[in-house]
């Protein structure tokens, strides 16, 4: 009979390594669920000491007290006092803390101590001490603290080892409550046991009196924010217009080789012309993905989240929404779902509520293939490239939505609370090129899945609809628009004809439910079945231009600033909310802001070009 497993709940401050040690200990032997009731992940993994004492671990979301304002707090609170309803009482706290910074996390340790549960220390980051000069003398901290102390580095293979031994010689230590004013007994165990340099590096104290200056700071943000996306359009060219070389070269080569039929049709108008419409975006996301990673490894994303705090409370929302909606710019999913961390129910709602207005990744094949078509490739002032210039503009569009939604949810509610914004702002680092890049080839893999699954299932599913029924002998039109998809798209123009859009365009909506990036494939399926010999020697782009008014195109970009960014998106609002009520209230909302947003920009264009 097999031994009953240590149960052991790690815990820690946000940004303390602990998720990354969690999986370090416990590879692939770990599930991931919600808590009952509560849209709180549960971690939980199995792994075995050094002499095979099997180890039964749960990763506790990260919190900085155990006076919870959160969801994700409370449920740490709970699991750590032993009052949480349905998880066991853990045998064993192991309070991971970033070594690096002590002076931050030993309060926490501290107040841990206080519910009275056997505990061990784990300084996680011991690489990076030794890089940065710290000298930490772990036994003396072993003694003040009165626990076991683990010196970890949980991005090694090695560097979990003490962990695991101290686990098999040891039960671990039930704590000492500590007495007095926490933010003294802190300073006191700080001095006894650690040697440590300048809480600040020069260079860092240099960049943040620029950075975070109150105007200094958001004028660089600003302008790193415009080189992003100018750099979308000026470095992803050469790598685009090698893609469509290479997808009009395929089409052609299938329809020269093929005899008519079926399978050639398929082939060349479904499959190369929907898919290669949308791999050819490919460069330009990525490039995004580039900027978003070198400003998350260099330090610089919470200090962004510090100078816009004052202006999104201003709005309804808190300096922490900053990151969820920053995630949002990839995907509204797991920005959401990052929604999380902010404590008080009505932030985190607004927040949610605004996540889709942010441009997510998916867009991104809408806006550069209409700015493509009906925006010159020139500069501005000698120095921007005016597309993108406007896909800037797109993007502060949905940003400045999002906020106006947030002011009038605050002003319908006549909210009036002070907000405080409590963030760790850390060492500035020169990004890892082995971590960015790993980055890149992870987003590259999701879009390339993407592509060969969702994208690729809805091509050809249009491609069937928009070929099937077979038009009678005589007929006389396009074939197309007697098929499935061209009969639904001429019922629901009607309902699009005041925004401009035509039934190819209420076509390519409706698989774009799925994915954002299905609607450029949908059109390019559309047009080629409709015998469009020009998408297959010239593309898509050139063939739009010619068939839409710059009304039109415009009124499609409109629409994609505000539309919900896919059916995925709804889900997951419905799962973090647990409200019907609030996931119906935001779909509609979006849609009517969509339809009037496009209205209103197809009436301008058309009385400002006669």
């Known amino acids: 009979m097999s031994a009953a497993p240590l149960n052991l709940a790690l815990v820690g401050n946000p940004n303390c390594g602990k998720t990354a040690l969690f999986n370090r200990l ?15 992940e549960r971690k939980e993994g199995f792994f075995e000491t050094l002499s095979g004492k099997p180890v039964r671990v749960l990763d506790l979301p990260g919190t900085y007290s155990l006076n919870a304002t959160s969801p994700d707090e409370e449920v740490t609170r709970q699991v750590c006092t032993g009052t949480h309803a349905t998880e066991q009482v853990p045998d064993v706290l192991v309070c991971v803390v970033d070594a690096t910074n ?37 036994s003396a901290l072993a003694e ?18 003490d962990l695991r031994r101290q686990l098999d010689q040891v039960t671990a230590v039930v704590p000492a409550k500590p007495e007095g004013d926490l933010d003294q007994r802190v300073r006191d165990v700080l001095d006894r046991c650690i040697e440590q340099p300048d809480a600040l590096a020069p260079w860092d104290q240099k960049l943040d009196a620029w950075l975070l200056h109150p105007v200094l700071g958001l004028a660089s943000l600003a302008a790193i924010m415009f080189l992003m996306f100018q750099a979308v359009y000026a470095w992803a060219a050469p790598l685009m217009d090698v893609i469509d070389a290479g997808t009009v070269a395929a089409a052609e ?3 020269t080789t093929l005899p008519d039929s079926a399978l050639r049709s398929l082939l060349a108008d479904g499959i190369i012309a929907g898919l290669g419409g949308v791999l050819i975006f490919l460069p330009q996301i990525l490039i995004l993905f580039l900027f978003i990673l070198i400003l998350e490894e260099s330090g610089y994303l919470p200090r962004a989240a510090f100078l816009l705090d004052r202006i999104m409370v201003g709005a309804g929302l808190t300096g922490r929404s900053f990151i969820p909606l920053l995630s949002s710019f990839a995907c509204a999913i797991p920005g959401i779902m990052a929604t999380r961390s902010i404590q008080d129910p009505r932030d985190r709602l607004a927040t949610i509520i605004v996540a889709p207005l942010m441009t997510c990744s998916a867009r991104l094949p809408v806006y550069t ?8 490739r020139q500069s501005v002032a000698g120095m921007f490239n005016l597309q993108g210039v406007t896909l800037f503009v797109l993007y502060v569009a949905g940003i400045l939505s999002a906020m ?38 992870e987003r590259a893999k999701i879009f390339l899945r993407r592509v060969g699954g969702i994208i690729l299932s809805m091509t050809v599913l249009l491609w069937f609809l928009a070929s099937f029924p077979v038009p009678p002998e005589g007929y006389v039109g396009a074939s197309v628009d007697y098929s499935f998809a061209g009969r639904i798209g001429h019922a629901i123009q009607p309902l699009f004809a005041p925004i401009g859009f035509n039934w190819e365009i209420c076509i390519a909506l409706i698989p774009g439910l799925a994915a954002r990036e299905v609607a450029v494939s949908a059109l390019a399926t559309v047009y080629a079945l409709s015998g469009s010999d020009e998408l297959v020697t010239q593309g898509l782009s050139s063939l739009i231009t010619a068939q839409w008014s710059l009304a039109t195109a415009f009124s499609l970009l409109a629409w994609y600033v505000f539309a919900p960014q896919c059916l995925s998106t709804i889900a997951v609002i419905r799962r973090e909310t647990n409200s019907w009520k609030v996931t119906l209230g935001t779909t509609v909302l979006l849609f009517t802001l969509a339809y009037l947003g496009a209205l209103l920009v197809y009436r301008l264009t058309l009385l400002a070009t006669g």
């Open 369 to 376: 293939l209409l700015i493509g078509a009906f925006v010159p």
């Open 26 to 40: 416990t590879g692939a032997r770990q599930k991931v669920a919600n808590y009952p009731g509560v849209t709180v």
């Open 404 to 441: 106006g939604v947030a002011y009038v949810m605050k002003w319908l509610r006549h909210d009036k609370a002070e907000h405080s914004l409590l963030l760790e702002l850390p060492a500035y680092h020169v990004p890892s090129p082995l971590n960015v890049v790993i980055g890149l080839w």
């Open 102 to 138: 002590l002076r931050l996390h030993l309060r926490f340790v501290l107040e841990l101590m206080g519910t009275g549960r056997p505990m061990i220390l784990a300084l996680n980051m011991m690489d990076q001490v030794e890089r940065r000069g710290i000298r930490i003398n772990v």
């Open 253 to 255: 080569m299938v329809m």
């Open 144 to 161: 003040q603290l009165g626990i076991p102390v683990a010196e970890t580095v949980a991005l090694k293979h090695q560097g979990v080892m």
